[in-house]
T-cell receptor, first 111, second 114 residues
Framework: NAGVTQTPKFRVLKTGQSMTLLCAQD?????MYWYRQDPGMGLRLIHY???????AKGEVPDGYNVSRLKKQNFLLGLESAAPSQTSVYFC??????????FGNGTRLTVT | AQTVTQSQPEMSVQEAETVTLSCTYD???????LFWYKQPPSRQMILVIR??????QNATENRFSVNFQKAAKSFSLKISDSQLGDAAMYFC???????????FGKGTSLLVTP
């Protein structure tokens, strides 16, 4: 069991470039989440999914899009990166009432 | 909207001593879950302890215990016999049973000194 795997671990983008962060889980979890972590701000929810083919907005969704075409994968897209999107991004998943399992994070820098 | 407040940005404790990290939350729900997560410098998010609101008994995991005061909407974490490896960022989090998302506080950075 790999748990929750995030790809890539690090990335540097220029303003206006696009990219996709991949989250994969092998635990058959229904719920998947994308959070961003900024200094002094804790973790803030970007988007989440309660099942294959469904997505919903979280607290800070602007500038991001997501897709969950397969139950095990949850993709986070940045169409036109901005410096304000420099952050550490965490994917997480869970099943039922169980706690979240987190990936190891992706550090994204937008210059 | 539910909010989670951690009023201590930084705390310090000596090795082998006890420290308590504070957390309060705001909700109109009666059924919910509370969590403490630890984030060491490795950036990993590690579950420390979990509390179901319907349980009156405070959760305990080895040296970690909570003081859950439902009426006061308070959920503090006590770390006993602190170890150098306890140094980390600690996040309090809340999720209503009726909801999907986990809401986090801004975190408390714990320093453990020899």
């Amino acid at each position: 069991n790999a748990g929750v795997t995030q790809t890539p671990k690090f990335r540097v983008l220029k303003t206006g470039q696009s990219m996709t962060l991949l989250c994969a889980q092998d635990m058959n979890h229904e719920y998947m989440y994308w959070y961003r972590q900024d200094p002094g701000m804790g973790l803030r929810l970007i988007h989440y999914s309660v099942g294959e083919g469904t997505t919903a907005k979280g607290e800070v969704p602007d500038g991001y899009n997501v897709s969950r075409l397969k139950k095990q994968n949850f993709l986070l897209g940045l169409e036109s990166a901005a410096p304000s999107q420099t952050s550490v991004y965490f994917c997480a998943s869970r099943t039922g009432s169980n706690p979240l399992h987190f990936g190891n994070g992706t550090r994204l820098t937008v210059t | 909207a539910q909010t989670v407040t951690q009023s201590q940005p930084e705390m310090s404790v000596q090795e082998a001593e006890t420290v308590t990290l504070s957390c309060t939350y705001d909700t109109s729900e009666s059924d919910y879950y509370l969590f403490w997560y630890k984030q060491p410098p490795s950036r990993q998010m590690i579950l420390v302890i979990r509390q179901e609101a319907y349980k009156q008994q405070n959760a305990t995991e080895n040296r970690f215990s909570v003081n859950f005061q439902k009426a006061a909407k308070s959920f503090s974490l006590k770390i006993s016999d602190s170890q150098l490896g306890d140094a980390a960022m600690y996040f309090c989090a809340y999720r209503p049973n009726s909801g999907y998302a986990l809401n986090f506080g801004k975190g408390t950075s714990l320093l453990v000194t020899p």
